[in-house]
């Protein structure tokens, strides 16, 4: 049962363009949601977050937008740049419950010079 | 991802001994978080603590696993008789607030890859 779901296993984006990274749930509990960003053998580090009381939150080149209905948010980066490249991993929790946060699988980002 | 110290970085077992894991929160949290990270998977919750308490372990395996965090010291996650489909990375994560409290974000320690022969 994958309550948060990446579809999206890799995508590459040129320099300076635009990333977009999508994430779906399922569980209408969930009301914080997060974004991290993971490189090879360290641990996810985080990113940006944004509560359900709010449709779009932003920090410098990071954006991620809320779309409570249709149960989806997606991290924007503006403009994408080739330190950017990492797994990315959306994750969510439910602040009626222990705080646990419940991972997608993560998206692979290759910024392309 | 300053902050949150796991050790060992990497530990390899035999099928059978037991694996102990180690995480020193950041300075101030007193939440601590074990997830484990299968080969292209995301990170799986495992279990929730306090100063001396278990919040939540709903993602704790029933047999062969436990974790404790003492009043003093870092939490322990342990793994008895240890066997192959143990074989992970097991990430520590550690927050200022926690459960009803206003959402803060969790902070990620580099993890401790297991490797079990």
């Known amino acids: 049962d994958q309550q948060v779901k990446q579809n999206s296993p890799s995508l590459s984006v040129q320099e300076g363009r635009i990333s977009i990274l999508n994430c779906d749930y399922t569980n209408s509990m969930f009301d914080y949601f997060l974004w991290y960003k993971k490189y090879p053998a360290e641990g996810p580090t985080f990113l940006i977050s944004?509560?359900?009381?709010?449709d779009k939150n932003e920090d410098g080149r990071f954006t991620v937008f809320l779309n409570k209905s249709a149960k989806h948010l997606s991290l924007h980066i503006v403009p994408s740049q080739p330190g950017d490249s990492a797994v990315y991993f959306c994750?969510?929790?439910?602040?009626?419950?222990?705080?646990?946060?419940?991972f997608g699988t993560g998206t692979r980002l290759k910024v392309l010079a | 991802n300053a902050g949150v110290m796991q050790n060992p970085r990497h530990l390899v077992r035999r099928r059978g001994q037991e694996a102990r894991l180690r995480c020193s929160p950041m300075k101030g949290h007193s939440h601590v978080y074990w997830y484990r990270q299968l080969p292209e998977e995301g990170l799986k919750f495992m279990v929730y603590l306090q100063k001396e308490n278990i919040i939540d372990e709903s993602g704790m395996p029933k047999e062969r696993f436990s974790a404790e965090f003492p009043k003093e010291g870092p939490s322990i996650l342990r793994i008895q008789q240890v066997v192959r489909g143990d074989s992970a990375a097991y990430f520590c994560?550690?927050?200022?607030?926690?459960?009803?409290?206003?959402?803060?974000?969790?902070?990620f320690g580099d993890g401790t890859r297991l490797s079990i022969l």
């Open positions: 994560a550690s927050s200022l607030k926690g459960g009803r409290a206003l959402a803060q974000p969790q902070h």
């Open positions: 994750a969510a929790s439910a602040t009626s419950g222990t705080y646990k946060y419940i």
């Open positions: 944004i509560s359900s009381i709010k």
